[in-house]
């Protein structure tokens, strides 16, 4: 999908980094059913493109994403969201993307907008940033994983005691209980999780796919079956050049030259 076909969206790239921002100012980027199509197009082509070794996740202007938007979803019934498959017919491709993708959360991820975040392999966050699932005050729950990703990524009571009263936290927090990897001034968040996910992309695409893959199978199954997952998916990796190419750069002191085979 060429980049001039977005509508709430700017995709643009740097250097090995896709990066998308989600844009619908007047909405305080609400997530529409346009707007989640449309990241799911946007993934899908950086997820096909070689040049692209890792992806950026963030909004425009005072808010990552306020949620879903609830003017679209006020008039549905149970059977509309039923037979539509609502939230699971284009919200999913980040919990399908084998690239990493940063969410790096500027302001605020709320509701929708916080279990977006969550979906993405690790966030960085403003000091401006605000986290919350506030949907409890809607009549409903988190429906796109907040109970079951918030709950895993920092224990039950945190999770409780935000889904439950609907409270926000802001990115001091948000660190201290292991929501997000790390907090920047809101000047430097984007140069920095640019330089991450640089870092990041110019790696072995293998091993990076391997570790992401990994690093989730770890909320799937049991430490054993985990580790032994683990333990062939690095026994794998020594069947690929990036492999040779790194360990022998080690041992002659230079910079592994990686080409992803």
Same mark, same amino acid.
Request: negative net charge; hydrophobic residues 45%; contains cysteine.
């Given at each position: 999908?060429?980049? +001039?076909?977005?509508?709430?969206?700017?995709?643009?790239?740097?250097?090995?980094?896709?990066?998308?921002?989600?844009?619908?100012?007047?909405?305080?980027? *609400?997530?529409?059913?346009?707007?989640? +199509?449309?990241?799911?197009?946007?993934?899908?082509?950086?997820?096909?493109?070689?040049?692209?070794?890792?992806?950026?996740?963030?909004?425009?202007?005072?808010?990552?994403?306020?949620?879903?938007?609830?003017?679209?979803?006020?008039?549905?019934?149970? +059977?509309?969201?039923?037979?539509?498959?609502?939230?699971?017919?284009?919200?999913?491709?980040?919990?399908?993307?084998?690239?990493?993708?940063?969410?790096?959360?500027?302001?605020?991820?709320?509701?929708?907008?916080?279990?977006?975040?969550?979906?993405?392999?690790?966030?960085?966050? +403003?000091?401006? *940033?605000?986290?919350?699932?506030?949907?409890?005050? &809607?009549?409903?729950?988190?429906?796109?994983?907040?109970?079951?990703?918030?709950?895993?990524?920092?224990?039950?009571?945190?999770?409780?005691?935000?889904?439950?009263?609907?409270?926000?936290?802001?990115?001091?927090?948000?660190?201290?209980?292991?929501?997000?990897?790390?907090?920047?001034?809101?000047?430097? &968040?984007?140069?920095?999780?640019?330089?991450?996910?640089?870092?990041?992309?110019?790696?072995?695409?293998?091993?990076?796919?391997?570790?992401?893959?990994?690093?989730?199978?770890?909320?799937?199954?049991?430490?054993?079956?985990?580790?032994?997952?683990?333990?062939?998916?690095?026994?794998?990796?020594f069947g690929t050049a990036d492999q040779q190419e790194g360990m022998a750069a080690f041992l002659e002191k230079r910079e592994a030259k990686f080409t992803g085979r």
């Amino acid at each position: 999908q060429p980049m +001039s076909e977005y509508q709430c969206l700017k995709v643009e790239t740097r250097g090995r980094v896709g990066i998308i921002t989600m844009y619908r100012p007047e909405a305080l980027n *609400a997530l529409n059913n346009q707007l989640t +199509s449309e990241i799911t197009a946007a993934l899908r082509a950086f997820e096909a493109d070689p040049d692209i070794g890792a992806m950026i996740l963030t909004g425009d202007g005072k808010a990552f994403a306020a949620g879903a938007d609830i003017k679209e979803m006020q008039p549905k019934t149970f +059977s509309v969201v039923y037979s539509e498959e609502f939230i699971t017919a284009t919200w999913e491709e980040l919990t399908r993307t084998r690239k990493p993708v940063i969410a790096a959360v500027n302001g605020f991820a709320l509701g929708g907008g916080c279990e977006f975040a969550m979906m993405c392999d690790t966030i960085f966050a +403003s000091e401006k *940033a605000k986290f919350g699932q506030p949907e409890i005050k &809607l009549g409903v729950i988190p429906g796109s994983g907040g109970t079951q990703r918030l709950t895993r990524f920092v224990g039950k009571a945190v999770a409780m005691d935000m889904i439950l009263t609907g409270r926000m936290i802001d990115a001091e927090e948000a660190l201290r209980i292991g929501l997000v990897a790390r907090v920047y001034p809101p000047e430097q &968040l984007m140069e920095e999780t640019i330089k991450a996910a640089e870092q990041i992309a110019n790696y072995g695409a293998l091993a990076v796919m391997a570790a992401k893959e990994t690093v989730n199978r770890a909320y799937e199954t049991t430490m054993s079956e985990g580790v032994r997952f683990e333990r062939r998916l690095f026994h794998g990796l020594f069947g690929t050049a990036d492999q040779q190419e790194g360990m022998a750069a080690f041992l002659e002191k230079r910079e592994a030259k990686f080409t992803g085979r």
